[in-house]
């Protein structure tokens, strides 16, 4: 475990408003690593099955290309975000809102610990100090502050995902928000922000010319699939009218490609 | 004068041989005492005895009567001692000769005016009197099917003035005739009834031929549970040694259907969710078997897996791993059978709302956390198969009817078959695929097995001498998914 008194931070973080008086880390990545291109991705804790594979999505690929993946270490979307990054073999840092050495909440200690082994967890409190409902907000100001860029994926109203975009836009950093279902109370948070002049994200290369990095290029796969998704394997049986253990088969060998992603029973397609 | 009857106490499902001892002092002061730890019902047999035994026009012995059930530290429970007391009773007060009796097991309940009721465990208790020699047992007539099935003489017996007189030689009574009498009628389930949800369908196919446990995941009204009971319909007739293993213990429950002695088909049995961890896994203290063992060679279904207490989810582990439940007791540990397969439902998140298109669902982080929690990682790598179930469009409800189960359990036994008499290997392809895929999708270990035990049921319902990619990559699709296997 380290700390940062401020004269030590990164320059981005050290520009806002209010810059924390130190910054404690813990991990094996070093402290050089909060001073590279940074992008946050926040949003909703119980996320739908959409948002988490979106979150997951960008993690992975923001960070396959060189990007830190910044979050809150949270439940839903900042969780897949940091998982999408550890994916990817990147570098993602979790910004906690309690003590250092606490892992909150506790099922995450082991995306904590998987985290800390490659890149950083890091915090403004010292060890011990408990998490409290009004050090979210707080904690919430250094995710934007340590990122060029925020990327709201889902967020109901007055949602925290909401006061860490406030925190970017009064940076004048730029801020993403994923477009989500007009009807759906998760996407109504994010939908406000592209009201009122966020940037729609529709994939993750958006976020990459922002910032001025050259979009990772795979060679295209494709599968005349992908075009019907999202779809069940039941809506999937009654158009290629095969069987259902076929397109079971079909859709398994595209997930290990990585081309489409399951949640709650409906296929879509990741990239 | 004293006299002596056999009869047999059950400890879980063990028939123990026990003798009952009567002795009539005449003249003495009247009493009436049952000693050798009989429990409350078994000391009622007192005033059923006195009562029956007036009501069969004989006499009742004045005097001091002493019952002894030996050996006494065995406790003896339930109404069955009923009638072999009050054989004892009768022999010694030389109403019936001693010599008849001694050669006869006996089992049943008395009512007040002396008919004979049904207990259960009567395949138990017949199988304990073969084993230990006597080949006669006078149990109740509609027991005599169950009784049978032990491969002892049952004589059937109405009523205790008819049991007398038989052991007297006054009158003869036919032992009953086993017969396998007309096949008990199968469920009137059929698959045909459930509309689309073809890929459930699937995995229920699998599920059924391989033994798989099966979860079944989504919201309200998707179809989950009227599925999971249908498994039952496609899941071949037992074969006669677990017929006879399964009606033990739906004997001792006393379950057993008098036209239909022996449970020829796969039982099913769906608990409801507010069940205690005994009623589940067995014990209580009568030790009685549990919906667990009830469901052996069958099906458990654990409707709404997630609203069942935790400790009654945690005891399946021992059974879903073993087949088998031991419950400990200071006195001795008592095994029951439990080789069921397992099926939960599910909905994705506490207020159903989750995986339905058309409803929001309103559940707060945390709440869907302790949700998904309820499940333990132990409990949910038990489940070889995992399916989610979003709510269908209307146009696949307004589809034809489905596959009939008929059809389905004839590909399902088939390819039990060929499980049995050959499993097919994987091939080398097959297997580096499976490896690819489990450090792409970071499998566990038992992850791995699982996923080449579906692989291989899979190959076996498409007859295929060897499993193959595409029979590994279906088996990978129904693996549980991230969400909830964190």
Same mark, same amino acid.
């Given at each position: ?10 320059? &981005? ?14 991990? $094996? ?22 948002? *988490? ?18 979050? %809150? ?22 910004? &906690? ?62 949602? %925290?995902?909401?006061? +860490? ?25 994010? $939908? ?47 158009? @290629? ?8 088969? +079909? ?21 | ?5 056999? +009869? ?54 004045? %005097? ?76 109740? *007539? ?82 989950? @549970? ?28 006393? &379950? ?88 939960? @439902?599910? $909905? ?9 298109? $058309? ?128």
């Amino acid at each position: 475990m380290k700390a940062l008194c401020r004269g030590e931070l990164p320059l &981005l973080l050290r520009a806002i408003h209010d810059p924390p008086k130190r910054l404690y880390l813990r991990g $094996n990545g070093a402290h050089e690593l909060l001073e590279q291109p940074a992008v946050a991705i926040v949003g909703a804790r119980a996320c739908s099955a959409y948002g *988490s594979q979106v979150a997951r999505m960008l993690g992975r690929e923001l960070a396959a290309t060189g990007v830190v993946v910044v979050s %809150g270490l949270a439940r839903g979307i900042d969780a897949d975000a940091h998982r999408g990054a550890l994916d990817a073999g990147g570098h993602t840092v979790a910004v &906690l809102g309690c003590g250092i050495d606490r892992d909150y909440p506790a099922a995450h200690a082991t995306l904590a610990r998987r985290i800390a082994e490659r890149s950083l967890v890091v915090s403004e409190y010292e060890p011990g100090v408990e998490p409290a409902p009004w050090r979210f907000p707080a904690r919430n100001r250094i995710i934007a502050g340590l990122a060029v860029a925020t990327v709201v994926v889902e967020a109901r109203d007055r949602s %925290g995902a909401l006061i +860490t975009a406030d925190f970017a836009l009064e940076e004048g950093r730029e801020v993403f928000a994923v477009p989500g279902e007009i009807t759906s109370a998760l996407s109504r948070g994010t $939908n406000a922000l592209l009201r009122v002049g966020a940037t729609p994200l529709t994939r993750a290369a958006d976020v990459l010319e922002t910032i001025g990095i050259e979009p990772h290029r795979d060679a295209p796969v494709d599968h005349p699939w992908i075009a019907l998704l999202p779809a069940s394997v039941d809506e999937l049986v009654r158009v @290629t009218r095969l069987d259902a253990g076929r397109v079971a088969t +079909t859709l398994a060998e595209l997930e290990l490609l990585g081309l489409v992603a399951q949640g709650d029973g409906i296929f879509r397609a990741a990239q | 004068m004293l006299a002596r009857a056999v +009869t047999h106490a059950l400890v879980g499902l063990e028939p123990r041989r026990v003798e009952v001892e009567a002795h009539v002092r005449e003249l003495a002061a009247p009493a009436f005492a049952i000693v050798g730890l009989a429990d409350r019902a078994c000391q009622e047999a007192k005033e059923r005895v006195a009562s029956a035994i007036r009501s069969a026009e004989l006499r009742w012995p004045d %005097g001091r009567i002493v019952v002894n059930l030996a050996p006494a530290e065995l406790r003896k429970e339930g109404s069955g001692f009923d009638v072999p007391i009050a054989l004892a009773v009768l022999a010694a007060s030389r109403q019936i000769p001693h010599a008849r009796l001694a050669e006869h097991a006996s089992i049943g309940e008395l009512a007040l005016d002396g008919r004979i009721r049904r207990v259960g465990g009567v395949l138990a208790v017949a199988e304990g009197a073969r084993r230990g020699g006597l080949t006669d047992l006078l149990c109740p *007539s509609d027991a005599c099917g169950e009784a049978a099935l032990a491969g002892v003489v049952a004589v059937p017996v109405r009523h205790l003035a008819d049991a007398a007189a038989y052991l007297r030689g006054d009158l003869e009574l036919e032992p009953y005739v086993p017969t396998n009498g007309t096949a008990a009628p199968r469920s009137p389930l059929d698959l045909a009834e459930v509309r689309g949800q073809e890929r459930a369908r699937r995995a229920l196919e699998i599920a059924a031929a391989g033994g798989h446990n099966l979860l079944l995941g989504g919201p309200p009204g998707t179809g989950k @549970t009227m599925l999971a009971r249908r498994l039952p319909s496609i899941l071949p007739r037992l074969d006669d040694e677990r017929a006879l293993e399964v009606t033990r213990i739906h004997s001792v429950a006393g &379950l057993v259907d008098p036209a239909h002695p022996l449970v020829v088909e796969a039982p099913f049995r769906a608990p409801h969710h507010s069940a205690s961890t005994a009623a589940i896994v067995g014990g209580g203290p009568r030790l009685r078997p549990g919906e667990a063992s009830l469901a052996h060679h069958g099906v458990l279904l654990l409707d709404e897996l997630a609203e069942f207490q935790r400790p009654a989810l945690e005891a399946l582990r021992q059974p879903l791993e073993d087949g088998v439940i031991t419950v400990a007791r200071a006195a001795g540990t008592i095994r029951f059978p439990a080789r069921f397969q397992l099926v939960g @439902t599910m $909905n994705l998140c506490p207020c159903g709302a989750r995986g339905d298109p $058309n409803a929001q669902c309103s559940c707060s982080a945390q709440r869907l956390a302790r949700y998904k929690d309820k499940l333990s990682r132990a409990l949910l790598d038990r489940f070889d198969l995992v399916v989610a179930m979003p709510r269908p469009r209307a146009t696949e409800l307004a589809a034809e009817p489905g596959e009939s189960s008929h059809a389905v359990c004839e590909r399902v036994s088939a390819a039990l078959d060929r499980l049995r008499r050959a499993p097919p290997g994987r091939t080398s392809d097959a297997d580096d695929f499976l490896t690819r895929a489990v450090e792409r999708l970071g499998l566990s270990g038992r992850g791995r097995a699982r996923v080449g035990r579906v692989a291989r049921t899979i190959a076996a319902l498409a007859a295929a001498d060897a499993v193959n990619v595409e029979h590994v990559a279906e088996a990978l699709s129904y693996r549980a998914p991230d969400e909830l296997a964190r």
